[in-house]
């Protein structure tokens, strides 16, 4: 798989810091080929540009649908050589136009153990619903909703006296460690699906 | 809350035998003062019996009703003194009458990390799904299953050259941990429930 790697953001772009901090710690083999936000206010777009790489932003507003805007985003992403595209906070839905340009080559980060708690503020979900394991999930991208084959998980105990709001910090925490280990592993090549399963062929290479 | 345990099984009764060990080896404070089985051929019934604890069958076929069945059930558990009633493998549906009898004393053990892979085969349906991390839940029974408040969790991690029937057993051997400490827990009585959270009123405490 081509190691250069594009990152789609909304927002502030903390886990595409971590994937950053680890591509300059040498412990994941990559480049970040380019960071796209659909708002122009992003603050990762920032971040991006302060570590030399190229901030594009593609406004959702800018075009009549979202296969249209899909298709752009798939035209910047392939003109950069982008070989993995990982979502890291993009809070756009993408159509089959993007998911069928990349296949089983789309990553998200997910801040529930899934199947529990898809969709939105799944960290206050889990402290409402009272688990006591909390967790991140990094999967391929498919059409549905956070279902794709899941790549890596992290458990995070839920503590008594947790707020979601400290719950969701140290969630993040362990968000910006799984989700480099993770592309990495992707990266790797050793593997393959079967069903939903994400199976590394040779267990040794993990 | 009385340490009196009733213990309630359909099969062989390996969660009642690490309940028993754990009394036995001191870790549990607590006793079992009845097991009961649906099913006269359940192994448990035996395990009880060496272990010196009354073992009685209650079939349901002898009954007319689920709420007649649930009312015997009640009646013999009381009869015993039964503060806590524990579910290990019982395969059978509670219906309102036991579960108001015994409002926030009856613990279930589940072979997944509730909310996933409520039901049947849990530890099949987590696998199928390929979830990285599966697990074990214990928590209070109300009117809803599987869905009472968590007391304790433990994650479990699926391996790549996992069977079902492997995951499975490991998944156990965390349960056989799992149910006596969670026993302890609700017995130490500092706990208290905030919408679905249990939660200990002084963390020191567990």
Redesign the interface.
């Known amino acids: 798989m081509i190691r250069t790697l594009g990152v789609l953001i909304s927002g502030r772009g903390s886990n595409l810091q971590a994937i950053v901090d680890a591509i300059a710690a040498g412990t994941l083999d990559a480049r970040v080929g380019v960071v796209i936000s659909n708002r122009p206010e992003a603050g990762g777009l920032e971040r991006a540009r302060r570590a030399g790489i190229e901030a594009l932003c593609l406004s959702h507003r800018d075009y009549a649908s979202r296969e249209e805007y899909d298709r752009a985003l798939v035209a910047a992403l392939r003109q950069r050589g982008v070989g993995l595209v990982c979502l890291a906070g993009f809070m756009r839905l993408l159509s089959p136009v993007f998911i069928e340009a990349f296949p089983n080559a789309i990553l998200n980060i997910h801040p529930s153990?899934?199947?529990?708690?898809p969709g939105l503020e799944a960290q206050h979900q889990a402290?409402?619903?009272?688990?006591?394991?909390a967790?991140a999930?990094v999967h391929l991208v498919n059409r549905d909703l956070d279902a794709g084959?899941?790549?890596?998980?992290?458990?995070v105990p839920v503590?008594?006296?947790d707020t979601p709001e400290r719950l969701a910090e140290r969630i993040l925490e362990q968000e910006h460690r799984l989700y480099p280990e993770a592309i990495g592993l992707v990266l790797s090549g050793g593997w393959t699906i079967e069903?939903?399963?994400?199976?590394?062929r040779n267990?040794a290479i993990?």
């Open positions: 153990l899934l199947p529990a708690f402290w409402a619903h009272g688990v006591k394991l967790g999930t084959p899941i790549v890596l998980q992290r458990a503590l008594d006296d069903g939903r399963r994400f199976i590394l267990p993990g």
